[in-house]
């Protein structure tokens, strides 16, 4: 089975003519384990909070908690709703995307051996009527993910989803309700304290899009059916593989080896992540938002000018060739590229016979469909690589939850590597906060006034630009 087998990186495509040298790799090596020798010490010491996870949520008394949450919710709901925004909600999508049946809500209870799941994430009205018109909220159960409980997207989603609770289900409708927010600090949980909502921890030292194998993830797991162990012994043994031994043992270190090279020697400032698996889909979303907001920033540990990180681009093969391959191929060689390899699909949907077959397909016949999209993603590769493109290739023995953990926390350690490469703190986003304070001051929350005077000062100012 390939349930419990290592996924495996190919990074040849990284070196040869005109790539990565060996040499430069190696010097680059001996910085690197600099990098790595802190990982491992934080990692000892106990303060990488997120590293920490897939050991510890293994542990009775800190699982059983959200075990007994997902277990209540199961014997009384039918029907779960996300209620979070980026890292609050992109993993546990991310999860059904690739775990579950693509039609996984259509399909009859028994089958679906779970609870619906839905999300409430972006602040689109449309999105949220559309949604709230078509469930029985007496079978429904939101789980409101905030880690700081102030996410304006999430407050906005809780307010109208709180008074309609109110409206429709006045005697029950705290019922409906779970917290998943910080231990101690933060709106969400002053609520769930004063008015007796029942609440869920996220860890204080793991931030939100480094927070899914928390209760942010593992409560939806569980009341979708889903193997939490398995998910969490993928995601450990991984951590394990990405402590120490250096470049070509360390599969994250040398990962970001390899994106901090592409960046600052081969001005390779794009990362295509492209997985070749519409259940991988939800993966290359999840990273997308991780790389960038955890990379992208202005000023380095010291306060120095930075100005780092690579755009991550979102693909999906094969669709994708049919519409970025063209450019990725003949255009600027500006980009990193990530392929992310299915080995065993559930169905390998094989091809009828030659004889069953209009002539201009027989090549078909004797093949599969899984057959047809590895091939495809092979000669994408091996096409890029011929066009002095640099990739590099993660292959899966199969998409089950020990895989699907590896994947996560692969993704998450090579991050975390990556920002002290290049000297930032990977957890942190003040860019994103700017914005948020500007979006409080705009919605006239007290403490924010004079960022919304600052915006309309220039909006007055831009007026005879408007076309």
């Known amino acids: 089975m390939s349930a419990r087998k290592t996924i495996s990186i190919d990074v040849s495509t990284c070196f040869g003519k005109n790539l990565i040298k060996t040499t430069e790799f190696s010097k680059a090596g001996k910085a690197a384990l600099k990098v790595e020798s802190r990982i491992k010490n934080e990692v000892d010491a106990g303060r990488l909070g997120f590293w920490k996870l897939p050991f510890e949520m293994r542990l009775s008394a800190r699982l059983k908690p959200i075990v007994e949450a997902a277990e209540a919710a199961r014997a009384n709901r039918d029907t779960l709703v996300i209620v979070g925004i980026g890292g609050s909600s992109l993993g546990t999508r991310m999860m059904v995307n690739a775990l579950k049946h693509r039609y996984y809500n259509e399909l009859p209870g028994l089958e679906r051996g779970g609870m619906k799941i839905y999300f409430l994430e972006n602040s689109d ?108 012994s993928g995601a450990a043994d991984m951590a394990g593989r990405c402590t120490s031994g250096g470049l070509f043992k360390n599969p994250a270190l040398t990962l970001a080896v390899i994106h901090h090279m592409a960046d600052t020697s081969f001005n390779k400032n794009m990362a295509v992540i492209f997985p070749y698996a519409d259940k991988l889909q939800g993966w290359a979303e999840w990273f997308c938002q991780l790389w960038a907001e955890s990379l992208g920033k202005a000023l380095d540990e010291k306060g120095n000018p930075a100005g780092c990180g690579t755009t991550p681009i979102k693909a999906l093969g094969a669709i994708d060739q049919h519409s970025q391959m063209q450019l990725y191929i003949e255009g600027p060689n500006d980009k990193l590229f990530v392929f992310v390899r299915n080995e065993k699909f559930n169905d390998p949907a094989k091809f009828p016979p030659r004889t069953k077959l209009p002539a201009a397909y027989d090549y078909l016949a004797g093949h599969s469909m899984s057959e047809l999209i590895q091939a495809e993603e092979a000669a994408s590769r091996f096409a890029l690589t011929k066009t002095g493109r640099m990739s590099y290739e993660i292959r899966l023995p199969g998409i089950s939850e020990y895989t699907l953990g590896q994947l996560l926390f692969l993704g998450e350690a090579m991050t975390a590597y990556a920002g002290y490469l290049y000297g930032v703190n990977p957890f942190d986003q003040p860019g994103v906060e700017l914005g948020k304070k500007y979006a409080y001051g705009l919605m006239g929350r007290k403490g924010y006034e004079s960022y919304a005077a600052e915006m309309k000062k220039t909006a007055a100012a831009d007026a005879k630009f408007i076309i």
């Open 125 to 232: 009205p449309d999105s949220f009527k559309e949604l709230t018109d078509r469930l029985d909220l007496s079978h429904t159960l939101f789980n409101i993910v905030s880690k700081s409980g102030s996410t304006v997207e999430t407050a906005a989603q809780y307010a109208l989803v709180r008074e309609l609770l109110m409206r429709r289900l006045p005697d029950t409708w705290k019922k409906h309700l779970l917290f998943t927010t910080d231990p101690e600090e933060g709106s969400l949980r002053k609520m769930a304290e004063e008015e007796g909502i029942a609440a869920l921890e996220v860890p204080s030292d793991v931030g939100g899009r480094f927070s899914m194998l928390s209760a942010v993830g593992l409560f939806p797991a569980l009341c979708l059916g889903l193997n939490v162990k398995d998910l969490l």
